[in-house]
């Protein structure tokens, strides 16, 4: 199916920078559908919306929910796949021969949801996530930087974890905005300054890396030279 699927992250990140509103015409131009999971809608609404942090944010993705812009996958075989995954992504790395929890169950569901659905991507922009799946050395060589303990990498399970996950493809926030800005969704922030298109396009990325889109400084370079701005 031709689809998308989204983890909690990248929505929360669009509302905080007021930039839900691309979702609608990205797939439209997409021509698939946009999931999100019960889990994903936990987090990401109702929870929100039983509190104050977020509640305004919930209130804009939910909008979207009932609008149709993004719906909820389900399947009988989500929990027990998920649940399975799940052990599997926190049997990867060892400190003081202890497993270290790297995910969450809705991070993992939607990566599940992804395979049920023979999706077209899923949009994570958490970098433990991302990286267990792109490049699993990466997240041990940041562990260590975090916790300055030696991490150990249990090669075993790390080998069966990827062939698992081999094929998932992972995009974020920042290939969403990316998308949109080439779309022209945001030409009425064409602005009377110097380098409009490029003070704005920076701003956007910069806006999604500071609201939580693992990229670099390098990557947000890398986009504005292939926008030739």
């Known amino acids: 199916m031709k689809a998308l699927v989204f983890d909690t992250g990248p929505l929360i990140n669009l509302s905080l920078n007021n930039l839900l509103h691309i979702l609608k015409p990205l797939k439209e131009k997409f021509k698939g559908e946009f999931y999100i999971t019960n889990s994903v809608k936990r987090e990401c609404i109702d929870r929100p919306l039983t509190s104050k942090k977020f509640k305004f944010e919930a209130l804009q993705i939910l909008k ?10 389900d399947d009988p ?5 998920t649940l399975h995954l799940l052990k599997m992504s926190n049997n990867l790395f060892k400190v003081h021969d202890n497993y270290i929890k790297n995910v969450q169950y809705a991070e993992v569901e939607v990566i599940v949801a992804y395979q049920l659905l023979n999706a077209n991507a899923v949009v994570i922009d958490e970098f433990v996530t991302r990286m267990i799946i792109e490049n699993t ?3 041990k060589d940041r562990m ?15 080998d069966i974890f990827k ?8 995009i974020r926030s ?8 080439e779309m022209g969704l945001f030409e009425e922030y064409y602005l009377n300054i110097q380098k409009p ?10 806006a999604i890396k500071l609201n939580g889109c693992s990229s670099t400084e390098e990557e947000i370079k890398k986009v504005l030279k292939i926008m030739n701005v």
């Open 64 to 73: 979207l929910l009932q609008e149709g812009v993004i719906k909820i996958y």
């Open 77 to 81: 075989q989500l929990k027990p796949r």
């Open 137 to 139: 050395l990466l997240v």
């Open 144 to 158: 260590e930087r975090k916790l300055h303990e030696r991490v150990f990498v249990d090669k075993e399970n790390v």
């Open 163 to 170: 062939d698992v996950v081999k094929n998932v493809k992972v």
């Open 174 to 181: 920042l290939e969403l905005v990316s998308i949109a800005y």
């Open 197 to 206: 298109k490029k003070t704005l396009l920076e701003a956007i990325l910069w």
